[in-house]
């Protein structure tokens, strides 16, 4: 893998932002477990574009990369990393009901809102069935890519279908039965892909 030149900086600072890229962030400061060392760039981008740019220049430039999202269940070595690290919990949230009636609402959420930002929100909007998701660490896209459960309800129970960038730089939907729900997996780990929203049936 390729070292960070002055060269990939400038091009990822015109991409995300200035305020958005950070040199030798300490990751202690990203993850629940409070430990780790520096990554030579954290990069907290704030819209499916600055992502989709992000993404397209580091793997053009062959740099090792890892996406971030609340921290929840990842350990960092106090050597740090070497790469780009993706963090998407810091600016990449929020969430759209896109219809409701009958008992019945469809909302998508993006990837890097936190599962309790998204059970808040259901509680403040009158909407169940995320319930069992309020307690697990972690955010939407996290959740998704695992299949997070608790209680015997899992992620597969509610999830209609999501929005994922594809390691070719396409942005693609994928249906309930195309994300291949699994104890603990999903198509996301299989085709190596970023989760950029999911959409949940509610009531």
């Given amino acids: 893998m390729k070292t960070i030149t002055e060269e990939l900086l400038l091009k990822l600072i015109k991409a995300a932002g200035a305020p958005h890229v950070k040199q030798k962030e300490p990751m202690k400061l990203h993850t629940t477990m409070e430990v780790g060392g520096p990554a030579a760039l954290f990069i907290t981008p704030s819209s499916v574009e600055e992502i989709i740019a992000v993404m397209k220049i580091i793997r053009e430039e062959g740099v090792m990369y ?17 790469g780009v690290i993706i963090g998407l919990s810091d600016f990449f949230k929020g969430y759209q009901i896109q219809q409701r009636g009958n008992g019945y609402a ?97 009531e």
């Avoid at 609340?70 to 070497?82: H, L, M």
């Avoid at 209609?160 to 994928?174: E, I, K, M, W």
């Fill in 66 to 82: 890892d996406i971030l999202g609340k921290g929840s269940n990842v350990i960092c070595k106090d050597r740090g990393y070497q």
């Fill in 106 to 202: 469809m909302v998508s959420v993006k990837a890097g809102t936190s599962n309790q930002q998204f059970s808040d929100a259901c509680i403040s909007q009158g909407l169940s069935g995320f319930e069992f998701a309020s307690g697990i660490p972690g955010t939407i896209g996290g959740g998704l890519r695992m299949n997070a459960g608790a209680y015997g309800s899992e992620f597969k129970d509610i999830v209609t279908s999501a929005v994922l960038l594809l390691p070719d730089g396409s942005v693609r939907s994928f249906s309930h039965d195309e994300l291949a729900f699994r104890y603990r997996e999903t198509v996301v780990m299989d085709l190596h892909a970023v989760v950029l929203s999911v959409a949940f049936g509610l």
